[in-house]
């Protein structure tokens, strides 16, 4: 499970897993969840087409048309739509309890993958926006397939509190999986992923262009693009220099703030906003969510759904009990932008 704010490259390294598990000779099926889907409607199509790559291959395929009957029952159960299913085409009957159902299936398509001597990968991205109780029948599952050991993987990404969620779904998920956190990069490599690609096509950064651009993103991959493609587009010639990046980042923060930060602030309620107001005039990267309840003259219990609403949204996260902080690097600067007085008056 890939834990990272956004911006970090976690969705680049869970696609880079994925090529490598191709290369390596695995199936592999991959998607993002949605909060506004269910979890088996977003698994029946890309274990469906999962299993059609499995059956391409050439051997004794019992194991594979099993997975493919447990499938279309699964499907069946959930009352998930899908055209690849013909109309009256019976399957394995399914309880219609996601942790049975769920567990029966990925042990077939693991069983089917061993058949084929080889292994099958599912990968998903967002698992934070995976209900409750769907996560808890998906690790239950993916425990059942590592006590059996099949050959089936499971790559997950997802925000920092994904963590914590899998936790309070199921206790010996901390056991289960691995955790590794993506984050801005250091120095050296932050420079080098400006650098290097720019001196391979002719074009130079000077050092005191490519400190400003270290000072203004943080390190953050998807900043580091941002900056360089303006700086790229601003400078007439090499070098790039810090004139040419001074004009790059006011460049570069109108665009994120008309399109990258605007449509965060736009999906939060009037009353989320205040909250994330108040949090952006704290100051500090994590801040105490009491202090938040207090510039807001509510009381912690009264902040505490608004608080709720705002982690279930992804916006914000809690590093520490207590603790709030943004899910997006330099979101309280835009903040303070888009919303320059506070508190609001009128």
Avoid at 107 to 127: C, F, L, Q, Y
Avoid at 236 to 249: C, G, L, S
Wanted: net charge negative; with cysteine; hydrophobic share 45%.
């Amino acid at each position: 499970m890939l834990l990272g704010l956004r911006g970090v490259g976690k969705t680049v390294l869970l696609n880079r897993i994925d090529q490598i598990a191709e290369e390596a000779g695995c199936t592999t099926a991959m998607f993002e969840a949605d909060p506004d889907r269910r979890l088996p409607e977003l698994l029946t199509q890309q274990l469906h087409r999962l299993l059609v790559r499995l059956d391409r291959r050439e051997r004794v395929g019992e194991q594979v048309q099993k997975a493919f009957s447990m499938l279309r029952g699964f499907a069946s159960a959930f009352r998930v739509k899908f055209d690849e299913f013909e109309v009256g085409l019976s399957g394995d009957v399914a309880t219609g309890d996601l942790t049975i159902d769920l567990t029966d299936l990925l042990v077939a398509i693991g069983r089917a993958a061993k058949s084929r001597n080889t292994a099958a990968a599912v990968m998903i991205d967002e698992v934070q926006y995976v209900e409750r109780g769907d996560l808890s029948a998906l690790i239950m599952a993916l425990h059942k397939i590592s006590q059996r050991q099949l050959p089936l993987l499971f790559f997950g990404a997802g925000l920092p509190q994904l963590a914590k969620l899998t936790g309070e779904a199921r206790s010996y998920a901390e056991r289960l999986f691995e955790f590794p956190e993506v984050g801005s990069l250091d120095v050296s490599s932050a420079r080098a992923a400006l650098a290097e690609p720019a001196k391979r096509e002719g074009v130079l950064f000077d050092d005191d262009a490519l400190d400003l651009i270290l000072r203004e993103t943080r390190g953050y991959p998807f900043f580091l693009q941002m900056w360089g493609y303006c700086s790229w587009e601003v400078a007439p010639a090499t070098p790039i220099t810090i004139k040419h990046v001074e004009v790059a980042t006011e460049r570069a923060t109108t665009v994120l703030d008309e399109g990258f930060f605007r449509i965060r602030l736009e999906r939060l309620a009037p009353r989320q906003q205040e909250y994330a107001r108040a949090m952006a005039e704290l100051g500090s990267p994590a801040v105490s969510s009491s202090a938040v309840a207090e510039m807001m003259e509510l009381a912690v219990r009264q902040a505490a759904p608004i608080r709720a609403d705002l982690i279930e949204k992804g916006t914000i996260y809690s590093p520490k009990r207590g603790e709030a902080a943004f899910t997006v690097p330099k979101f309280d600067e835009f903040l303070k932008r888009a919303i320059p007085e506070w508190p609001a008056t009128g």
